[in-house]
């Protein structure tokens, strides 16, 4: 196992270029299921958690061939069942419910668990697909889904903390082979949403509405193969944002659309940020000093949950007081613990984070709980005097494709060794 060492306190410069969009690539790459034929895919970002989907999708029976500038995916699915030791290890593997029980008419996924950001129910899956007529059981940790043809229905897919994106995808994906069409009012809005809907369209389904919250499918007989390109990552885009703003940094983001990153860019213009927006690109200009600044997080258009343990960080080492709210997962604070560790001054009060800004933070052995606090912890480490340690990165390669090599590129202090 490998540890992060980081020298803090050394500015970035020069730019980075963003990966394509994790939470992009795995329900497209799920996606696959819904036909026999070929599918291309570019831009899918190399990275733990795109290639649990490839395993598994390869133990439903698809051949995947991993080249240099693209994945090509080929053959259908010849096995139903989604086993337990790969779904329970990355959540997003659930959304081959729905493209599964389309293409097979039966589907037997295992029940992917909670984790540490919260309890992570499926309910709203569940119900999106007994919409569209499928019988469900749950049998010894699976559920076990059935149709002999799906049929289009008109349903309400929000939940007690608004849309859900895996659901829709879930929804979407099996409404497109489904009779007639199907109508999801709440469905998620997310940039990830419409990326799956472009390549699901690109491969012959009939969508309307997608990046609203009322998404229509018209059901079709047969889908056909496809070549993608999956969008850039919104989140990691963010994650730099975050760290530069954190060293005072004029660094320049490519790859990136400015447009999906509007709460995030928002809110740090409050702060006293400023920035050069271009097709493609972001320019940071910095100011010394930042004013704190509350956020709160919610669904797609608001400020994403993905980058609040970020922005707690850099709030962590704005004096003054902020207050960190969120509203999709209530309980994702863990990165609180550790960011105390390193000098922050933060406590949680139910489901706010008092954040009483510090001028300096201090290096420490830290632990990453999850993939969006690892990234906490090295904004914390770059910018805090001395030297941090964090253990468990194998989080941090579930969702940043070359982090610490893209980070040093831009003058950063920050080594893999071994624990
Ligand atoms: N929810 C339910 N019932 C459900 C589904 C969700 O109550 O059936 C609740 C969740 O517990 C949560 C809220 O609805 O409180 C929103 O969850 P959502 O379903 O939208 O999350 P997800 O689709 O499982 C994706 C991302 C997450 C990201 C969330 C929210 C992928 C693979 N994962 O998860 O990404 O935090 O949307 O934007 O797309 C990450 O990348 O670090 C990550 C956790």
């Known amino acids: 196992m490998e540890k992060l060492v980081i020298e803090g306190g050394h500015a970035l410069k020069g730019e980075v270029r963003v990966s394509g969009s994790k939470n992009a690539a795995l329900p497209v790459l799920a996606a696959t299921l819904l036909t026999d034929d070929e599918c291309v895919l570019r831009n899918i970002p190399r990275l733990r958690d795109t290639m649990t989907m490839v395993k598994l999708l390869r133990s439903l029976g698809k051949t995947i061939d991993i080249g240099k500038d693209s994945v090509t995916v080929s053959k259908g699915p010849s096995n139903h069942v989604a086993e337990y030791k790969l779904v329970s290890t990355m959540r997003g593997s659930f959304c081959v419910l729905g493209p599964l029980l389309a293409k097979l008419g039966k589907a037997k996924v295992s029940l992917p668990g909670g984790c540490v950001i919260g309890i992570r129910p499926v309910d709203l899956h569940i119900k999106g697909i007994k919409a569209l007529g499928a019988k469900i059981d749950f049998d010894s940790g699976y559920v076990v889904a059935s149709a002999h043809r799906l049929k289009g229905n008109h349903m309400y897919l929000g939940g007690g903390f608004g849309s859900s994106v895996l659901a829709t995808a879930n929804v979407m994906m099996a409404a497109t082979l489904a009779d007639g069409e199907t109508i999801i009012e709440s469905a998620a809005c997310e940039p990830e949403i419409e990326d799956l809907a472009n390549f699901l369209m690109a491969m012959g389904a009939k969508i309307k509405g997608k990046g609203t919250p009322q998404i229509a499918v018209q059901g079709v007989k047969k889908l056909h193969g496809a070549n993608f390109r999956i969008s850039s990552d919104r989140i990691e885009a963010g994650t730099f944002i975050l760290l530069a703003a954190a060293l005072r940094s004029n660094i320049t983001i490519r790859e990136t659309n400015f447009m999906h990153l509007l709460a995030l860019l928002d809110k740090l213009e409050e702060a006293g940020m400023r920035f050069e927006k271009e097709y493609n690109l972001i320019r940071l200009k910095c100011s010394r000093h930042l004013k704190p600044t509350s956020i709160t997080t919610f669904p797609y258009p608001g400020f994403p949950t993905d980058l609040q343990a970020q922005f707690m960080a850099l709030m962590a080492m704005t004096p003054g007081v902020s207050v960190i ?3 999709v997962y209530p309980d994702r604070f863990i990165h609180i613990a550790e960011l105390n560790r390193m000098g922050a001054s933060i406590r949680r009060e139910g489901s706010n984070a008092i954040v ?36 468990r990165i194998y989080h941090l390669e579930r969702g940043y494709e070359n982090l610490d090599e893209k ?12 624990e």
């Open 325 to 327: 709210t969120d509203k």
């Open 356 to 391: 009483e800004g510090v001028k300096t933070l201090h290096g420490a052995p830290v632990m990453a709980s999850d993939l969006r606090a690892s990234s906490a912890l090295i904004i914390a480490g770059l910018a805090a005097k001395g030297k941090t340690e964090i253990h």
């Open 407 to 418: 980070l040093a590129t831009m003058g950063a202090k920050i080594y893999r060794e071994k």
